[in-house]
């Protein structure tokens, strides 16, 4: 998560705590992290555009990317060299999952890709958003407690859950 997503983040927080005071917000910036890592990992979904790089088999076959939804495929190497348009196909379905077919010498492959929901804190739907800063004012809030997080949380997420039940190949 970048700073300045991290800082948006702290901010709607602090509004929903109502506390004025910038004293707390390193805390409040780890609460959102992991609030939005567990967003990341509910959804299953990356919800920041960032670049990711992954490692797919090049058998021949199509294979889907882990990372969802794809913008872009920038580039598919071998052992750090770029592989040439003739070796591989690349497509990115209306899902926003993006797929990868290599045929020739190499076993496994790295794909450079763009992936991402929204491009910043502020783009993010705001239910994801609201999500996020729930779970983190209520972790702030429940430091001394063990109880189970608000349900409200995942009621705001489950819309954008994507399950994957099998691997899919095309």
Do not use: K
């Not at 910036?29 to 990711?52: K, N, P």
């Not at 794809?70 to 990115?92: C, K, N």
């Amino acid at each position: 998560m970048e700073e300045a997503d991290r800082a948006a983040g702290v901010a709607a927080v602090r509004a929903l705590l109502r506390i004025g005071s910038e004293a707390e917000d390193g805390l409040i910036g780890a609460l959102v992290s992991e609030a939005f890592d567990l967003a990341e990992r509910f959804t299953g979904q990356v919800l920041i555009a960032r670049s990711i790089s992954e490692r797919i088999a090049a058998d021949g076959t199509w294979r889907r990317l882990v990372a969802t939804p794809v913008r872009s495929i920038a580039e598919v190497s071998a052992d750090g060299a770029p592989l040439t348009a003739e070796v591989y196909a690349v497509d990115i379905d209306a899902d926003g999952d993006g797929w990868v077919r290599v045929s020739g010498a190499a076993r496994v492959v790295t794909v450079a890709l763009q992936a991402g929901l929204a491009s910043d804190w502020a783009s993010l739907p705001s239910a994801i958003q609201g999500g996020i800063v729930r779970l983190a004012a209520y972790r702030f809030d429940a430091r001394e407690a063990g109880e189970a997080p608000p349900a409200a949380v995942s009621a705001l997420w489950r819309p954008y859950r994507r399950l994957r039940l099998a691997e899919a190949r095309a």
